[in-house]
């Protein structure tokens, strides 16, 4: 398989979690909490990378780039994503209840507090709204981001032909 499909089926599945997330959002009225939000900027930020690559169709240097930019920026995306699904584990009376949206904190605090926030978790962000075969939506989308890191690392550390 050419390293061009690769990068293009990446970023095809970043796309389909991020059409997934719309419809949760708009179709299922199940509105996102900061740390959600955090998840899709890394699936857009990853999806982008497998783009860039993708059109770029580079040789063995650029490759190795874009993959470990890619790993990286899922390496990221499961650091939040993991935070999420801690937070969403914690017992009932030691979960945060629902704070400020994500646009509230923005306008209210300065950027690095509002970074604080996000990831403490407030926002309703321990609410497990949504779930498949026992799994919350953090959860798929940390197994995601590990599928991901595991992609871009490949891209680094394999021999794939420019085909």
Same mark, same amino acid.
């Given at each position: 398989m050419s390293q061009r499909?690769?990068?293009?089926?990446?970023? &095809?599945?970043?796309?389909g979690l991020m059409?997934?997330?719309?419809?949760?959002?708009y179709g299922m009225k199940l509105e996102p909490c900061p740390l959600c939000i955090f998840q899709r900027l890394f699936v857009? %930020?990853?999806? &982008?990378?497998?783009?860039?690559?993708?059109?770029?169709?580079?040789g063995r240097l650029g490759r190795r780039l874009y993959g470990g930019l890619a790993a990286l920026t899922a390496a990221l995306g499961a650091g939040?994503?993991?935070r999420h699904v801690w937070i969403e584990n914690l017992p009932f009376d030691r979960q945060l209840g629902c704070g400020?949206?994500?646009n509230d904190m923005l306008e209210t605090f300065p950027l690095l507090k509002?970074?604080?926030?996000? &990831?403490?978790?407030? %926002?309703g962000c321990g609410q497990v709204t949504w779930?498949? &075969?026992g799994l919350s939506m953090p959860s798929w989308t940390l197994i995601f981001f590990i599928g991901f890191a595991v992609l871009g690392l490949l891209l680094v550390f394999t021999s794939l032909g420019k085909r």
């Open positions: 499909i690769i990068f293009l089926a990446g970023f &095809l599945i970043c796309a059409a997934a997330a719309l419809y949760f959002q857009i %930020g990853v999806g &982008l990378i497998l783009l860039a690559g993708a059109l770029h169709n580079p939040v994503a993991g400020y949206s994500l509002t970074l604080k926030l996000v &990831l403490a978790g407030s %926002g779930s498949f &075969l």
